[in-house]
């Protein structure tokens, strides 16, 4: 029995080999081959969830990004911006350990890539400091 192709956890290979390697090596030097061969699929099995390498990456910029305005929006106890400030630093801290890749992709590899990359930093970017102002 032949398995169904489009499984999620084929996509999310993707995104895992895509996020190494991007921060590995920047995201302009990075091919759809190369995320294929980490990924351990065919080029033509990362085409079918992505139709191309700037996609693969605008996804992973969208998903950290939004778990990043997330964590910065997140409940909080301060009565003061210096407050405010300290515990976004611990939870931003906190994730660096645990996931130090994707902030390096987020904040380092991905910027520039893309006038779409950056039209969601943007609003990402927005969100956060919208959530600031409150």
């Known amino acids: 029995m032949a398995r169904p192709a489009h499984r999620p ?3 999310s290979h993707i ?3 895509s996020l190494e390697l991007f921060v590995e ?23 079918y969830h992505f139709p191309s390498k700037a996609e693969v990456l605008l996804e992973l910029v969208e998903a950290i990004g939004d778990r990043l ?8 106890d301060a009565t003061s911006l210096e407050s405010w400030l300290a515990e976004r630093y611990d939870v931003l801290d906190a994730w660096r350990r645990e996931a130090p890749g994707e902030l390096a992709l987020y904040l380092g590899a991905s910027v520039g890539f893309s006038t779409a990359v950056e039209t ?3 609003r990402q ?6 959530s600031a102002a409150d």
């Open 125 to 130: 970017h927005r969100d956060m400091l919208g």
């Open 25 to 47: 090596r920047g995201a302009t030097a990075v091919t759809v081959a190369d995320i294929a061969e980490r990924a351990g699929m065919t080029p033509a099995a990362v085409y």
């Open 120 to 122: 969601v930093r943007r």
């Open 15 to 17: 995104l895992d080999a």
């Open 69 to 76: 305005a997330e964590e910065v929006r997140g409940a909080t």
């Open 9 to 11: 956890s084929r996509r």
